[in-house]
C-alpha cells in the first residue's frame, strides 16, 4: 500500500517538484546557505518569542496579574513549535 505524505495540504511529489524549481532558480551550491539563512532566521523568530514571553510573565508577575493563562499560551506555542519541526524535518530529510 502506497501512502502519501501530505504537510499543509502538499503532497510529497509537489514538495519534490518545488526542491526542483528551488534548485533550477538558485543552483544546488546556493541552497545549503538559504537553508542556513532560513534556519538562523528560525532561531531568532524563537529566541525573540521566548524573549516576549518572558518579560510578559515578570511585569505580570511584578503587577500581581494572574499569569496562569501564559501556561495555555506556552502550550499552544509548544504546538506550533512541534508542527514547524516536524515540517523543517521532512525539509530537511527530502534535501
Do not use: W
Not at 501530505?6 to 517538484?17: C, Y
Not at 544546488?28 to 529566541?47: F, H
Not at 499552544?76 to 513549535?81: G, T
Amino acid at each position: 500500500m502506497i501512502h502519501s505524505v501530505k504537510f499543509l495540504f502538499i503532497s510529497g511529489a509537489e514538495i519534490v517538484f518545488i526542491l526542483f524549481i528551488a534548485i533550477m532558480v538558485f543552483g544546488a551550491d546556493k541552497l545549503p546557505e538559504i537553508a542556513r539563512g532560513l534556519g538562523k532566521g528560525m532561531r531568532t523568530l524563537k529566541d525573540a518569542t521566548n524573549d516576549i514571553k518572558h518579560e510578559i510573565t515578570k511585569t505580570a508577575e511584578k503587577n500581581g496579574l494572574d499569569t496562569s493563562i501564559t501556561k495555555d499560551v506556552k502550550q499552544e506555542l509548544d504546538k506550533v513549535k512541534d508542527d514547524l519541526e516536524d515540517f523543517t524535518g521532512s525539509v530537511k530529510r527530502k534535501l
